[in-house]
């Protein structure tokens, strides 16, 4: 019986002292350090959309914005249904803040870039300074597959 115990110590210890060589050896483990500057970096977020699709000029991502938002940009003919597609601007809770047609006055029935420009009127949120400008692609035919969005994070100006 004392042997088992004996045994059943030692191997306490020698496992023991092997955690504790490696950790002298190893140092002690620590999570990889956090990337300060790409976590505050804002970035444009595609839904079945790409950059050869839509091209945001204003606002860019991470922009502070205030009342009226211009918007400039170009979209390919097909993102336009009549000459129209939409933009939604929302709080940081995506409570929709303003949404308004954006319209060309170009010939959109083509597959070319067709220029677009819009002002959005609106009223700063009372919580929170962060917010979203989608724009999202015409569907006429309402099919899911043929959806398409750009959202691009913004700040509203504070007062």
């Known amino acids: 019986m004392n042997t088992k115990l004996l045994w059943l110590w030692l191997v306490v210890?020698?496992?023991?002292?092997?955690?504790?060589?490696?950790?002298?050896?190893?140092?002690?483990?620590m999570p990889p350090p956090i990337d300060e500057s790409s976590s505050k970096v804002a970035t444009s977020s595609y839904a079945g959309a790409t950059l050869d699709d839509i091209r945001v000029l204003t606002p860019q991502a991470g922009d502070t914005i205030s009342s009226p938002l211009v918007v400039v940009g170009e979209a390919r003919g097909p993102w336009y249904f009549e000459a129209t597609?939409?933009?939604?601007?929302?709080?940081?809770?995506?409570?929709?803040?303003?949404?308004?047609?954006?319209?060309?006055a170009e010939d959109w029935m083509t597959?070319?870039?067709?220029?677009?420009?819009?002002?959005?009127?609106?009223?700063?949120p009372a919580y929170g300074d962060r917010g979203a400008l989608i724009l999202q692609?015409?569907?006429?035919?309402?099919?899911?597959?043929h959806d398409a969005a750009v959202e691009i994070p913004i700040f509203f100006e504070q007062l």
């Open 111 to 124: 597959t070319d870039f067709v220029p677009f420009r819009v002002e959005i009127p609106f009223d700063r």
């Open 13 to 29: 210890i020698a496992i023991g002292a092997f955690f504790a060589i490696e950790r002298l050896v190893n140092g002690p483990a």
């Open 137 to 145: 692609k015409a569907n006429a035919s309402g099919l899911p597959e």
């Open 85 to 104: 597609f939409s933009a939604v601007l929302v709080d940081w809770d995506g409570l929709i803040i303003a949404e308004v047609p954006v319209m060309t």
